[in-house]
């Protein structure tokens, strides 16, 4: 059989839980359940750093944030880890890459290894936007997700048929701020979104590090991202639960006509792709730079390990090697997405010898794999940002649970800040608690259960050569391009949000 074109499409912020195939219960993705009926849904797909610069980089290159130096949305890539697109382009791949890129756009980190791009600077607008690309910037008209879907069809009509492709079709949304398409604008209007049954959790027993974090959608989710003024009589703390039900139906119904116009496009290019008679031997991938709260525990955002934000949505489609209608359960990460494209392209992991990821390709065909991870590692790096707050963290996830460890140091990351927060813990039992609402660390009859737990994230660290946090003079790991460049554009963005809170 010849390699597979492979057909990367990924959202910005799309959590699985938007999707009917994962059995969303707040909209209708008809096109995206094609890949799901006709391919594999994937249910346990975690980010390793659930934030949008760190993820990009841990999918391109198979490597952890500590790695590659891509730990904030304040780095960018650094070339000395190889990618999977150089590997394949090597390999006789033609490669392109359109929409969102934000990992920099400077000579040394925009975008390379691919013989077409054209990529929004930063996070990109919805309408009109700028693109760079090889020849310099320009506006194109209309509306983003149509654009980069335009771009792709027309470079896989212009492609040369007798060598296989790769195609990374990068949607900016639906990222804030959610500027829906007009035709899509009478959809999910509000007062009709179902509310998640953790809208209202009080948060009682989680740690002070997470209570202090900045993304609750009633206090932090601002009239200019929901563009409509709060009604006066839904402020102040006595009418808290009311402006919280009044700005989730607002949220939800811009996120959800975003995310509609990604799933129109994704049928478009489907379409196209069954048109150019492509379908056959073409892997077509959905997923998402990571997952997103939608009200969840009062939230929006992501950045922390709870598995509304952690968990990627992954769909695959690839007719002649993956069982029409499956689901596989097995973990596994963005750090291992590069391995596995290799591997389908046939090529060996050792292509690119900085990968700490694994070919889920035996997963994917149906192949019992016994000795398939049972435990993921994760680590926010961006600590107390300046507008989320959320703290550093890491832990570990299994089937059965979840052990957190908010240490609370930035550790030089850009974008962190230099305060220090207390050492805290967090454990679920996500047996009989899948909803992550309380918080046992400090349950007696979890003490066993925790030190296996901590032995086993100490065992992950090692594995990925990643250093546990130990003190405030623990060693710093290389952020990439180090960077002058990051650290001025963190202080800028500091500057800019504190300017806004006096004004
Ligand atoms: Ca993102």
Redesign the pocket.
């Known amino acids: 059989m010849p390699s597979p074109n492979i057909v990367f499409i990924m959202s910005?912020?799309h959590a699985a839980h938007a999707i009917s195939a994962y059995g969303s219960k707040v909209n209708e993705t008809p096109h995206l359940d094609r890949l799901a009926r006709d391919g594999v849904r994937m249910d346990a797909t975690y980010c390793t750093n659930s934030?949008?610069s760190p993820?990009r980089a841990s999918i391109l290159t198979g490597t952890y944030s500590h790695v590659n130096g891509v730990a904030s949305i304040f780095t960018e890539i650094d070339y000395r880890i190889p990618t999977f697109a150089e590997v394949l382009r090597g390999a006789g791949y033609q490669t392109a890459l359109f929409g969102k890129w934000h990992l920099g756009e400077r000579p040394e980190s925009a975008p390379r290894d691919f013989d077409a791009w054209r990529v929004f600077p930063g996070q990109g607008q919805y309408v009109d936007p700028l693109m760079l690309g090889p020849d310099g910037a320009e506006t194109v008209p209309g509306y983003a997700t149509d654009i980069v879907t335009d771009q792709s069809i027309e470079w896989i009509r212009q492609r040369d048929p007798d060598r296989p492709f790769l195609l990374l079709v990068h949607h900016k949304a639906p990222?804030r701020p959610w500027v829906p398409d007009e035709k899509h604008k009478h959809l999910y209007p509000v007062g009709s979104i179902p509310e998640p049954s953790t809208l209202f959790d009080d948060h009682s027993t989680r740690s002070q590090a997470v209570r202090g974090v900045r993304m609750s959608v009633a206090d932090d989710l601002g009239s200019d991202e929901l563009g409509e003024n709060l009604p006066d009589n839904l402020r102040g703390p006595e009418n808290r639960e009311a402006r919280m039900r009044w700005k989730y139906q607002r949220y939800l119904r811009d996120y959800l006509q975003c995310v509609q116009s990604i799933d129109d496009n994704v049928g478009r290019l489907l379409d196209n792709l069954e048109a150019e008679g492509l379908s056959e031997n073409t892997v077509v991938v959905y997923t998402?730079?990571?997952g997103?709260f939608l009200g969840d525990h009062g939230w929006f955002d992501?950045r922390l390990m709870f598995d509304e934000s952690l968990q990627m949505p992954m769909l695959i489609r690839w007719p002649s090697v993956i069982p029409a209608g499956s689901t596989c359960d097995a973990m596994v990460t963005n750090v291992d997405f590069a391995a596995t494209f290799l591997e389908m392209a046939g090529l060996d992991a050792s292509a690119l010898p900085a990968s700490q990821g694994r070919s889920f390709l035996p997963l994917l065909r149906g192949d019992e794999v016994p000795d398939w991870p049972d435990a993921m590692y994760y680590r926010y790096w961006e600590h107390d940002d300046p507008n989320h707050h959320a703290p550093a963290h890491y832990g570990v996830r299994t089937k059965e649970f979840k052990l957190i460890h908010y240490y609370g140091a930035g550790l030089g990351v850009p974008g962190s800040s230099e305060r220090l927060f207390a050492s805290e813990w967090e454990l679920y039992d996500l047996r009989t608690d899948p909803e992550e609402l309380v918080n046992v660390a400090d349950d007696p009859s979890y003490a066993d259960i925790r030190s296996a737990l901590t032995e086993r994230l100490a065992e992950l660290q090692r594995h990925y050569a990643d250093l546990p946090y130990d003190g405030p003079d623990t060693p710093r790991p290389h952020w990439s391009t180090a960077d002058e460049n990051a650290l001025e554009a963190s202080a800028r963005y500091t500057q800019r949000l504190r300017e806004q809170s006096d004004a």
Do not use: E
């Open positions: 910005d912020d934030i949008c993820s990222h998402s730079d990571q997103f992501k």
